[in-house]
């Protein structure tokens, strides 16, 4: 029998298994399956698994050539093969002295290199050195990109919000709407604002957009010569950033062995490391580094991006899981589910292997999350009594960085709560005996047996964080050798924008011809003759 074949008869049996029963059981449950690495203890009893399911999982990492491909990555081989590059986003973090190579080449002096600018530079706006094209000091930071370009730094800014400067006022803008970039320059004056031009590519069109319109704004206020000391930019592509108008001085670079959803720990870093200061943001890929040290080395039973990999594969390929939701209980990561969802989602919604066959299973699942307590207010209703199958991630650190009152004791027991409740469940009898009228019992009734994660930390640091973001990238890591697809590269974003290109001029011009199918024509016809018509 193969492991595909054993771990289908094993869900089988899991679905008609109750958690309540296998805790009955096992009073050893929580020590059979909680792991402890750096800053985290992760509480994993409350899944749809035995030992016996455990077990099968390893040994399809094992089989799935898990180990390899680890090696593989850090060692910098060139694993993202549609686009035939290296992976190494863990080099940017490396804080060993020891080499990584890419085509022979150590590329950790440039790394190293890259990491000084950006503490020469974000030193100078902090302690006000750098200062505007009329001597002011920078008061704000306007980081203008989109994707991982703006996701990773607007995130790690909220979540480290606490070890932020109060002099200067961060902004991100990352929408073509222009509502985004009007909103934020409404707040800034020329003078004291400070563009961050951050783009892999630097082709991107929603940034390039946002970068013209903002150094228009720029320009007409100060003149040209402004845009030297209000403008810098992060990318890959030196050319297109001096095609621009931006001073090579003052362009940080990397490298395209770092995918766009990974490079937070990258030069795009660097509105980040304006608002923490230096030494925490080498505290963040400290942690980080300390996170790869454990995948790397802990053996896969007491892996945690292993062990997190494992159950989700578990739940999207064998027990029909659609969906997967993170909920942190800590406001200071409410971005962390739209950060995770371009981590995860770009990185594992493929359906072809990579061997360019189709895949016959299930990959990357849907994943979505806010905060708590506020989800429990909207959409746990159904991850409690509805259809769905949707494996739940709570995060919370058990100390606030703004202990008050008992907000964070009643924080902490609703999200205890929630997790028992959503594994024990409440049966009609229960019900019943609290006396509920008959007819309503069916609808106050809780299957439960509803899976859950409990990832604790201590308190918020930049170290914690750095860890908590690298926990969750080798996790899709894993989740992706699995499923044998490529996840680092992202194919499926590129039809939507060839077709934006042939539409735009069909907006601009109602005599157009259009040769789309008629829901599209009618659609175009209408926006246009409305638009051009006021
Ligand atoms: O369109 C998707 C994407 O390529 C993402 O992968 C990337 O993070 C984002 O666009 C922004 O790309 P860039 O940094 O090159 O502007």
């Known amino acids: 029998m193969t492991i595909y074949t054993a771990l289908l008869q094993q869900a089988d049996t899991l679905k008609k298994t109750h958690m309540k029963d296998l805790f009955a059981t096992d009073p050893k449950r929580f020590d059979r399956f909680h792991l402890k690495t750096g800053p985290f203890l992760l509480d994993y009893s409350k899944n749809n698994i035995t030992p016996e399911t455990m077990r099968l999982l390893l040994q399809l990492a094992e089989e799935s050539g898990l180990r390899q491909a680890i090696d593989a990555q850090f060692s910098g081989q060139k694993i993202n093969t549609t686009e035939n590059r290296a992976v190494l986003h863990t080099a940017l973090r490396n804080r060993s002295d020891n080499p990584v190579f890419v085509d022979g080449r150590d590329v950790m002096p440039d790394i190293r290199a890259v990491l000084a600018q950006m503490h020469t530079f974000s030193d100078a706006v902090r302690n006000q050195t750098w200062r505007g094209a009329t001597g002011k000091p920078i008061t704000d930071v306007v980081n203008i990109g ?9 995130m790690a800014m909220q979540a480290l919000e606490f070890y932020k400067t109060d002099a200067i006022s961060f902004h991100f803008v990352s929408n073509i709407d222009g509502t985004d970039i009007t909103r934020v320059l409404n707040k800034c004056r ?3 604002t400070l563009f961050i031009i951050s783009s892999k590519t630097f082709t991107t069109q929603e940034t390039l957009t946002n970068a013209t319109t903002a150094r228009a704004w720029l320009t007409a206020a100060l003149g040209d010569t402004a845009v030297e000391k209000h403008f810098v930019a992060v990318s890959t592509n030196k050319t297109a950033v001096q095609a621009f108008g931006i001073n090579p001085d003052n362009m940080f670079v990397f490298w395209d062995f770092v995918g766009g959803r990974y490079s937070l720990w990258s030069a795009i870093g660097l509105s980040l490391m304006i608002g923490i200061g230096y030494d925490h943001f080498i505290e963040m890929l400290t942690g980080a580094y300390e996170m790869d040290m454990h995948f790397k080395t802990a053996p896969f039973d007491k892996n945690m991006p292993v062990i997190m990999g494992l159950l989700g594969v578990w739940y999207t390929t ?19 589910p739209a950060y995770l969802q371009q981590l995860d989602m770009e990185s594992n919604g493929k359906s072809v292997k990579k061997n360019g066959h189709a895949v016959d299973y299930k990959t990357g699942p849907i994943l979505f999350g806010e905060p708590g307590t506020n989800g429990q207010h909207s959409f746990y209703q159904l991850i409690h009594q509805g259809t769905h199958l949707i494996p739940v991630d709570f995060i919370a650190p058990v100390h606030s960085l703004n202990e008050t009152g008992n907000h964070h004791a009643i924080l902490l027991a609703n999200m205890v709560a929630q997790a028992e409740a959503l594994m024990r469940g409440k049966t009609a009898d229960e019900v019943r005996a609290e006396g509920v009228d008959e007819a309503l019992i069916p609808f106050k009734t809780f299957s439960g047996n509803r899976p859950s994660n409990i990832l604790l930390f201590d308190r918020m640091t930049p170290r914690v964080f750095g860890a908590l973001v690298a926990l969750y990238e080798h996790k899709v890591f894993v989740q992706g050798i699995i499923w044998n697809i490529d996840s680092f590269d992202q194919w499926g974003v590129e039809l939507g924008k060839q077709l934006a290109k042939v539409v735009l001029p069909e907006l601009q011009d109602k005599n157009k011809p259009l040769a789309h199918d ?3 024509n009618a659609l175009i016809d209408h926006i246009r003759t409305n638009r051009l018509n006021v």
């Open 190 to 192: 020329p003078e004291t």
């Open 518 to 520: 008629n829901s599209t």
């Open 318 to 336: 064998y027990m029909g899981a659609e969906s997967y939701a993170v909920l942190p209980y800590d406001q200071y990561l409410s971005r962390l």
């Open 146 to 154: 989109i994707g991982g370009s703006d996701l990773g730094p607007a």
